[in-house]
């Protein structure tokens, strides 16, 4: 049973630049979840898509979007990249009966803005 | 918004010897949860609290909700290298996001 997936690993960009995530949920999930979580801290809510809609937000600008597809993998996609965007982005998978709960989480990808 | 504060930020053990991390909320919390991320890994869940008082134990480790659900503890016992990585809490309100500690860094000097 494949858990959640997330390419690319790593991510070298240029301030400005645009960049794009994917991911791909347990098998059997259906909620996507995106965190940023820089370094020393702990992760920070993005957002979560549901149904190929976002249905909650975290605290972050209008820079930062998403998608769902019908297979219920996902895509984080940042615009203007700022030096401040540089950290480990997380996805988390889940079942829409408990959207927060015991939310499996991929590997990341560490992305580096210069 | 929901905010909640981990304590000790880190804490370095001699193997064999106990840890506990604690986590504070100002608000009373409808739940807990915990997380474990290994260095260079990602967040893997460990246990949700949801009583008030409520204790919970996984081998090692053992997971307490206090009486007034606004604060919570992880303990380890004889602790092993195994254990080092950084352990977060984290609350929510039902369907509400999922608000992590800063975490402690726990190292294990074997």
């Known amino acids: 049973d494949a858990g959640v997936t997330q390419s690319p690993t790593h991510l070298i960009k240029t301030r400005g630049q645009q960049v794009t995530l994917r991911c791909s949920p347990k098998?059997?999930?259906?909620?996507v979840s995106w965190y940023q979580q820089a370094l020393g801290q702990g992760p920070q809510f993005i957002f979560q898509?549901?149904?190929?809609?976002?249905?909650q937000r975290g605290n972050f600008p209008d820079r930062f979007s998403g998608h769902q597809f019908p297979n219920y993998s996902s895509e984080l996609n940042v615009n203007a990249l700022l030096l401040g965007d540089s950290a480990l982005y997380l996805c988390?998978?889940?079942?829409?009966?408990?959207?927060?709960?015991?939310?499996?989480f991929g590997p990341g990808t560490r992305l580096t803005v210069t | 918004g929901q905010q909640v504060m981990q304590i000790p930020q880190y804490q370095h053990v001699q193997e064999g010897e106990d840890f506990t991390t604690y986590c504070n909320s100002s608000?009373?919390?409808?739940?807990i949860q915990w997380y474990k991320q290994r260095p260079g890994g990602h967040p893997v869940f460990l246990i949700q609290?949801?009583?008030?008082?409520e204790v919970k134990k996984q081998k090692r480790l053992t997971f307490q909700f206090g009486e007034a659900k606004k604060n919570s503890s992880l303990h380890i016992t004889a602790t092993q290298t195994t254990d080092v990585g950084t352990y977060f809490c984290?609350?929510?309100?039902?369907?509400?996001?999922?608000?992590f500690g800063k975490g402690t860094r726990l190292s294990v000097i074997a």
């Open positions: 988390a998978s889940s079942h829409d009966s408990s959207p927060f709960y015991e939310q499996y």
């Open positions: 984290a609350v929510n309100s039902g369907n509400t996001p999922l608000v």
């Open positions: 609290l949801v009583k008030s008082g």
């Open positions: 098998s059997g999930h259906d909620t």
């Open positions: 608000t009373t919390l409808s739940n």
């Open positions: 898509y549901y149904e190929e809609e976002e249905r």
